[in-house]
């Protein structure tokens, strides 16, 4: 791609025949002066489909390329390669060049790849440290390990005496279980911090007896240097929640204190201070991996939304300079590395219309699965952030980031998820959101679902969630699509800006449709996925542009048009205005349709 190649994943005849057609064919038609256009690069895995699939007029001039990773990486077993990265090949290429290990089997690649790949080294893990401070590295750093290594890794720290009693399949395969473990035994270490310290000793000796047998006596190492820089981030960022002591002065100069619950206007001021300081220190570049923004992002969105229910804490100059610094890093990084994007295979997802395919994935997995996911639409980041504090779910949770579709308008990024698509794929119906229920039975019919298994509601959120929960209680269902419109439709009427939407969002939280919707699902069998197509930011209006009537689409963030040409003479037009609107480059979007988007906290008003 940054060659200049146009690169296809191939899926099936009828979408590349509709890309082919569509991109290329026109393409070469439109060429003037024989001027060369971008090559294209047709990705097909032999796994699934065969070369026969790709129709021969398109074949017959193409050159034929057989690549495979066991060609590539013929020192390490297939299945390993398999579940890796793309972006790790480049680590694993670099560390056999380094090491030269030779041929490995099936397990000596699993341990190569742990060691060289993920820095992951089994062997020097040999304390309740060590295995605290590898864990917050997989867990809080957000570094994918693929199933198959974590559970070498499990299998590796089972066979050590020292951690036969710890849970360690729970707490290395899954976040949500290794922060609870966490949150469990914190009491613990606070009670021992207490009962040391008036003889002098500031950190409790760590133990962990957790016999059948015998009384559970835990003491996790966590003022040890390596684990604790952490433990003080888990606090400000929401992993790890403050506990109620008695007495909580006596830990005044000690810095398990950030855990302990103290004046809740200090607590405020204190988490938001540490968040801009993180915020700050860890902000992504315009060279970062997409993965570094989709671990940025909800730190970010803890600040925004503690910044907007919490008033006159963080001065509104401050924010604003580090939400300009951020908006300007994010707008290179975007302009630099998106159109990669949508090539990443859909596991773990990357866009927003990987999710159904993950679903998928879940149902394939037995003949009783089920999954239903719950669009709230218009919903911010940091707006899920106040929802989900203003929510008891009780069930295990895990957050996982997307990107949108760009412009992230309703009827291109929620009609992409529905449909499963890239808006190209769907340019007839791409100014409305009325095709999303046949899209999404298609889909659900292509993975083998009947009719009868599948359904799709939109216009929820104010209705009698009773009357809902009764239809999902249908015993065929397998597949569910639920479109929430609360939240854009204050959205659309708020007058009082960000601090508004949070009030307006908590407060629809605390009537209880979602928490009823969600334990009901979850009551009839549902794994629940709860996401959102676009978010929605305060701006300041910079003008409206004098089109007349050439915009197919004229929203407050973005402006869509015919062609190309149309577009740029726009465009002009706006730069006498400001120098925030940006000429989006056609990624992924249809041949007529061309979009200015706003970029910055503007918009055309």
Same mark, same amino acid.
């Not at 994935?361 to 719950?374: D, G, H, P, W």
């Not at 006498?576 to 990624?587: D, G, M, R, V």
């Given at each position: 791609?940054?060659?200049?190649?146009?690169?296809?994943?191939?899926?099936?005849?009828?979408?590349?025949?509709?890309?082919?057609?569509?991109?290329?064919?026109?393409?070469?038609? @439109?060429?003037?002066?024989?001027?060369?256009? *971008?090559?294209?690069?047709?990705?097909?895995?032999?796994?699934?489909?065969?070369?026969?699939?790709?129709?021969?007029?398109?074949?017959?001039?193409?050159?034929?390329?057989?690549?495979?990773?066991?060609?590539?990486?013929?020192? +390490?077993?297939?299945?390993?390669?398999?579940?890796?990265?793309? *972006?790790?090949?480049?680590?694993?290429?670099?560390? $056999?060049?380094?090491? #030269?290990?030779?041929?490995?089997?099936?397990?000596?690649?699993?341990?190569?790849?742990?060691?060289?790949?993920?820095?992951?080294?089994?062997?020097?893990?040999?304390?309740?440290?060590?295995?605290?401070?590898?864990?917050?590295?997989?867990?809080?750093?957000? $570094?994918?390990?693929?199933?198959?290594?974590?559970?070498?890794?499990?299998?590796?720290?089972?066979?050590?005496?020292?951690?036969?009693?710890?849970?360690?399949?729970?707490?290395?395969?899954?976040?949500?279980?290794?922060?609870?473990?966490?949150?469990?035994?914190?009491?613990?270490?606070?009670?021992?911090?207490?009962?040391?310290?008036?003889? =002098?000793?500031?950190?409790?000796?760590?133990?962990?007896?957790?016999?059948?047998?015998?009384?559970?006596?835990?003491?996790?190492?966590?003022?040890?240097?390596?684990?604790?820089?952490?433990?003080?981030?888990?606090?400000?960022?929401?992993?790890?929640?403050?506990?109620?002591?008695?007495?909580?002065?006596?830990?005044?100069?000690?810095?398990?204190?950030?855990?302990?619950?103290?004046?809740?206007?200090?607590?405020?001021?204190?988490?938001?201070?540490?968040?801009?300081?993180?915020?700050?220190?860890?902000?992504?570049?315009?060279?970062?991996?997409?993965?570094?923004?989709?671990?940025?992002?909800?730190?970010?969105?803890?600040?925004?939304?503690?910044?907007? #229910?919490?008033?006159?804490?963080?001065?509104?100059?401050?924010?604003?300079?580090? @939400?300009?610094?951020?908006? @300007?890093?994010?707008?290179?990084?975007?302009?630099?590395?998106?159109?990669?994007?949508?090539?990443?295979?859909? %596991?773990?997802?990357?866009?927003?219309?990987?999710?159904?395919?993950?679903?998928?994935?879940?149902?394939?997995?037995?003949?009783?699965?089920?999954?239903?996911?719950?669009?709230?639409?218009?919903?911010?980041?940091?707006?899920?952030?106040? &929802?989900?504090?203003?929510?008891?779910?009780?069930?295990? %949770?895990?957050?996982?980031?997307?990107?949108?579709?760009?412009?992230?308008? #309703?009827?291109?990024?929620?009609?992409? &998820?529905?449909?499963?698509?890239?808006?190209?794929?769907?340019?007839?119906?791409?100014?409305?959101?009325?095709?999303?229920?046949?899209?999404?039975?298609?889909?659900?019919?292509?993975?083998?679902?009947?009719?009868?298994?599948?359904?799709?509601?939109?216009?929820?959120? %104010?209705?009698?969630?009773? $009357?809902?929960?009764?239809?999902?209680?249908?015993?065929?269902?397998?597949?569910? =699509?639920?479109?929430?419109?609360?939240?854009?439709?204050?959205?659309?009427?708020?007058?009082?800006?960000?601090?508004?939407?949070?009030?307006?969002?908590?407060?629809?939280?605390?009537?209880?449709?979602?928490?009823? +919707?969600?334990?009901? +699902?979850?009551?009839?069998?549902?794994?629940?996925?709860?996401?959102?197509?676009?978010?929605?930011?305060?701006?300041?209006?910079?003008?409206?542009?004098?089109?007349?009537?050439?915009?197919?689409?004229?929203?407050?963030?973005?402006?869509?048009?015919? %062609?190309?040409?149309?577009?740029?003479? $726009?465009?002009?037009?706006?730069?006498?205005?400001?120098?925030?609107?940006? +000429?989006?480059?056609?990624?992924?979007?249809?041949?007529?349709?061309?979009?200015?988007?706003?970029?910055?906290?503007?918009?055309?008003?």
């Amino acid at each position: 791609i940054q060659r200049g190649f146009e690169f296809y994943p191939f899926d099936n005849s009828i979408e590349l025949r509709h890309f082919y057609e569509l991109k290329v064919r026109r393409s070469l038609s @439109t060429r003037v002066n024989n001027v060369q256009g *971008e090559p294209l690069v047709i990705s097909i895995d032999t796994g699934t489909s065969s070369i026969n699939d790709i129709p021969f007029d398109i074949t017959k001039n193409a050159r034929k390329v057989s690549l495979s990773l066991a060609d590539c990486f013929p020192e +390490l077993f297939q299945d390993v390669l398999k579940c890796l990265e793309p *972006e790790e090949l480049d680590s694993l290429d670099r560390a $056999i060049m380094e090491y #030269t290990p030779g041929r490995l089997g099936d397990t000596a690649s699993r341990d190569f790849v742990l060691r060289h790949v993920y820095q992951v080294a089994p062997e020097v893990i040999q304390t309740t440290s060590d295995l605290l401070r590898t864990l917050l590295r997989i867990h809080y750093r957000d $570094i994918q390990l693929p199933a198959m290594l974590k559970s070498r890794l499990a299998e590796l720290l089972s066979k050590r005496a020292q951690f036969q009693d710890w849970p360690l399949d729970e707490i290395i395969s899954n976040s949500h279980r290794f922060f609870e473990f966490l949150q469990t035994h914190w009491p613990a270490y606070v009670s021992a911090v207490k009962a040391s310290l008036p003889k =002098g000793i500031k950190e409790p000796q760590a133990v962990y007896q957790a016999k059948e047998n015998k009384k559970p006596e835990v003491v996790l190492p966590f003022g040890h240097d390596d684990v604790r820089i952490y433990i003080d981030n888990l606090f400000l960022e929401g992993f790890l929640s403050p506990i109620e002591i008695d007495s909580s002065d006596d830990l005044v100069d000690h810095w398990c204190l950030i855990g302990v619950k103290q004046d809740p206007a200090k607590e405020v001021r204190k988490r938001i201070s540490g968040l801009v300081a993180l915020c700050q220190d860890t902000l992504p570049d315009e060279d970062s991996r997409h993965q570094a923004w989709l671990h940025f992002a909800p730190r970010w969105a803890e600040l925004c939304s503690l910044h907007h #229910t919490n008033k006159d804490v963080l001065s509104k100059e401050v924010f604003a300079e580090l @939400t300009e610094v951020i908006d @300007t890093k994010f707008k290179e990084w975007m302009l630099n590395h998106y159109n990669s994007l949508h090539n990443h295979p859909p %596991t773990p997802p990357v866009m927003l219309n990987h999710i159904p395919k993950s679903m998928a994935r879940e149902i394939a997995s037995s003949n009783t699965a089920k999954s239903a996911l719950i669009l709230i639409d218009g919903l911010a980041l940091d707006q899920w952030v106040t &929802l989900r504090n203003s929510i008891n779910i009780s069930q295990a %949770t895990t957050e996982l980031s997307v990107f949108a579709w760009v412009p992230t308008v #309703t009827s291109v990024s929620r009609q992409a &998820l529905f449909s499963v698509k890239a808006p190209y794929q769907f340019s007839k119906t791409i100014h409305t959101t009325s095709a999303e229920p046949k899209a999404w039975l298609q889909f659900w019919q292509e993975q083998g679902l009947s009719q009868s298994e599948v359904m799709y509601k939109k216009n929820l959120g %104010t209705d009698d969630v009773t $009357i809902l929960i009764d239809q999902l209680s249908d015993h065929r269902l397998r597949s569910v =699509g639920l479109v929430i419109n609360t939240v854009d439709d204050i959205m659309h009427g708020m007058k009082l800006g960000a601090e508004g939407m949070h009030n307006q969002v908590k407060l629809w939280a605390e009537s209880g449709y979602l928490p009823k +919707l969600i334990d009901a +699902l979850i009551d009839y069998g549902f794994t629940v996925h709860i996401t959102s197509d676009h978010g929605n930011v305060e701006a300041v209006g910079c003008g409206k542009i004098s089109e007349g009537a050439v915009a197919d689409s004229r929203g407050e963030r973005a402006r869509v048009y015919q %062609t190309e040409t149309l577009r740029d003479e $726009i465009f002009k037009k706006t730069e006498n205005e400001t120098k925030s609107a940006i +000429l989006w480059p056609q990624i992924g979007l249809p041949s007529d349709y061309w979009s200015i988007v706003m970029s910055e906290r503007e918009a055309f008003v």
